[in-house]
């Protein structure tokens, strides 16, 4: 077999990738039979150029495949909805091995360590850029200009997946042959620092290159805010990344940090001199790529209304609409068409358990009341959890939307569509199947439509957000915050708007004042390194939690404030409602099977807890005895077979690539830490 199969992919063949882009995107090329096509032939007009960009998005037939650039929804899941599953926020049914030390296992094959998407991207950039510079291409210049910014713009999102994968990985900016030397020659990982610099550098490149408003003007394609916007995002990535790894083997230049062991790494210098520098260097490029945006973009309006027919609120549509273009601080959203027969299931889900993602106790104990303070502080008027309603009432007002509640409205249009849950039902915490389950006994409504159109098995059509604008403004407060240890007028002005949208008191010192951090500890957020953060901090990290909730940023999140060593020594347990209180006059005895040497136990002990815990329903389940962690599990273990085709004569040592901290490079071996 050739090396280019074994080592990377790097070198799917040219006319493969070409017939791929073309066969999805005929308009907009000559009508020229297949066969017939040569590169020669393409990526020479706007318009092909467009096909091209547009094909890395996202396999169409596909959309919600873990191999695409960018998020999307897949046919039949809860799309980007349930991303945030197997985090403090969000519970599977089951555990995932990455909370279980010594069930992760090194793969044999495949995983993270993966270049395909880059060379199409590559093979774009190297045929493309010298046909512009001699003026050979075709079509309005702004538009030839705009969709090779969207090349850069993809480039440096599917870089930051590595990053956030893997840490150090090779930087490669062409295509290359089929020689083995020089592919061995090309693997060698750049320390991440110098990764998330070349990342910085493609969305410069597309900041420069990107309309303000993409050709489409319907917010389907990538526009310049859209690069600003993640731009802040790495930035304030591997900012946080460096602050709370330092002094470890994760971060390039700690003590045992892999990279020192092979020659080309063994003296890297940071860029701008030591470590503390390029903190205070990524946190200054997130502050001012998120002021770019957030200074632009208003926040869409909150009526506070569960609405009606007529009386419809801006805010909770923004979620679940069909055509998205119209909400300010979407950036960027995926259509969908059942015409064209680009559907999901994702509203009838929303109509029921959440395709078995249940939000935990957690997630919605953070949620501060409408007078800004914690549900334990004094005089806050929280009314306790004995119910769903009393867990609403007077709360931030993005629970009080978004919590699902029993006897609720789920649709208000074409209410006979064949999947439709009109009436929200009391949890079906008891049953096995998905589709129906509880798994938390609480579930949200975040992206509900209210139109049962969309109900009808696999055939929705309501949009799927990939960028909103909000972010930028938690970025922007963040990075400020972890760079000067203050809170400036605009990330006040930021969070004021944040809180007064979500009709919050907006006197954020009161709420800094009555945050006792020993009652916060069920937030993995609260933690950096293993230690409790600052009230401050952990307010900032908290409205970041409860404004992003189910938009699949959380892992991301957690990783890079170092926030699961405290799950090494003091396992967590994932709980949801309050199961063995009133509510548990909700079900009969037969829905109610519990025991953890029972077969049919369907619910937890109350021995254990008077909250669910979904993981410890049975002995034998992986999460019984709680969610644990280990360090190697921040990032990912690279697969053994590339250290085996990068190596002379099969010897791993001679590899040019080194495995990640904690992990071997033998197939089948768990973290060793």
């Known amino acids: 077999m050739k090396c280019f199969n074994k080592i990377t992919s790097l070198l799917l063949p040219v006319m493969t990738i070409t017939l791929v882009a073309i066969s999805s995107c005929k308009k907009f090329l000559d009508k020229a039979p297949l066969s017939n096509i040569t590169p020669q032939d393409y990526l020479n007009d706007e318009s092909q150029l467009a096909a091209y960009a547009i094909r890395q998005y996202q396999d169409p037939s596909d959309p919600g495949n873990s191999n695409n650039i960018l998020p999307a929804i897949s046919n039949y899941s809860f799309g980007t909805f349930g991303i945030d599953a197997n985090t403090d926020n969000m519970s599977g049914m089951s555990m995932d091995n990455k909370y279980a030390p010594g069930l992760w296992l090194v793969g044999a094959t495949g995983g993270d360590w993966s270049f395909s998407n880059i060379y199409n ?13 001699a003026g050979q291409i075709t079509g309005d210049a702004d538009n030839i200009k705009h969709y090779i910014g969207e090349i850069y713009f993809l480039r440096a999102y599917e870089y930051f997946k590595k990053l956030q994968a893997l840490g150090d990985f090779p930087i490669v900016r062409t295509t290359l042959t089929d020689n083995k030397d020089i592919l061995t020659e090309e693997s060698k990982r750049q320390p991440s620092t110098e990764v998330a610099r070349f990342i910085l550098s493609d969305l410069d490149s597309a900041i420069m290159l990107l309309k303000d408003v993409a050709p489409d003007g319907n917010k389907n394609r990538i526009s310049k805010a859209c690069a600003e916007l993640i731009k802040s995002r790495v930035a304030l990535y591997e900012g946080t990344w460096l602050k709370y790894f330092k002094g470890t083997a994760f971060v390039p230049n700690g003590p045992n940090w892999p990279g020192a062991g092979k020659d080309y790494n063994a003296n890297y210098q940071f860029q701008s ?81 959440n395709d078995g ?70 949890p079906e915490i008891w049953v096995s199947s998905a589709e129906s389950k509880y798994t938390t006994g609480y579930a949200i409504r975040k992206g509900l439509n209210y139109d ?23 970025n922007y407060i963040e990075a400020e915050y972890e760079k000067n240890g203050t809170l400036d007028a ?28 020993s009652k916060e500890t069920g937030d993995w957020g609260a933690y950096s390194a293993g230690s409790l953060v600052s009230p401050t901090l952990y307010n900032i990290r908290r409205e970041r939690r409860d404004e992003l909730m189910a938009e699949g940023l959380r892992f991301m999140d957690l990783k890079r404030w170092r926030s699961l060593d405290q799950l090494i020594t003091t396992p967590a347990h994932i709980e949801g409602f309050k ?10 005895s037969s829905e109610l099977v519990y025991g953890a040497q029972n077969s049919n136990a369907v619910v937890s002990d109350p021995a254990l807890s008077l909250y669910l815990r979904p993981y410890e329903i049975l002995g034998n389940s992986t999460g019984y005895s709680g969610v644990k962690w280990t360090m190697a599990h921040y990032l990912n273990p690279i697969a053994a077979e590339h250290f085996t085709i990068t190596s002379q004569n099969g010897e791993l040592s001679t590899s040019t690539i080194y495995q990640n901290p904690g992990w071997s490079m033998k197939a089948g071996t768990g973290a060793t830490n």
């Not at 990330?491 to 006197?507: E, H, M």
Request: some cysteine.
């Open 357 to 426: 993602v249940g939000t935990t106790r957690s997630m919605v104990e953070s949620f501060l009341m409408a007078n800004g303070l914690p549900i334990y502080a004094s005089g806050s008027g929280y009314e306790g959890d004995d119910s769903i309603p009393s867990v609403r009432a007077d709360r931030d007002d993005r629970l009080q939307l978004f919590l699902k509640q029993p006897g609720q409205v789920n649709v208000l249009l074409n209410t006979t569509a064949d999947h439709a849950t009109v009436i929200e039902p009391i």
């Open 273 to 353: 001199g030591s470590i503390d520098n390029e903190i205070q260097y990524f946190l200054g490029e997130a502050m001012s790529s998120a002021k770019l945006v957030a200074d632009a973009v208003p926040l869409v309006q909150n009526t506070g209304i569960i609405q009606s027919p007529n009386n419809e609120n801006p805010y909770f549509s923004m979620f679940g609409a069909v055509d998205m273009s119209g909400y300010s601080e979407v950036l960027l959203w995926q259509q969908y068409s059942k015409a064209l027969g680009i559907t999901h299931n994702v509203q009838v889900y929303e109509e029921l358990g």
């Open 121 to 133: 991207i590559n093979y774009f950039l190297e045929t493309v850029l010298p046909r512009w510079a």
């Open 452 to 474: 049962g159109v969309h109900a009808s098995n696999g055939n929705g059509y309501t949009g799927c957000i990939i960028f909103r604008a909000t972010e930028a403004y938690l």
């Open 490 to 517: 605009d990330a006040r002005n930021y969070w004021t708007q944040i809180r007064s949208r979500a009709k919050v008191s907006t006197d954020i010192d009161k709420t800094v004042a009555a945050t006792v951090m």
């Open 579 to 588: 199961l063995w209180g009133p509510m548990k006059n909700w079900y009969t």
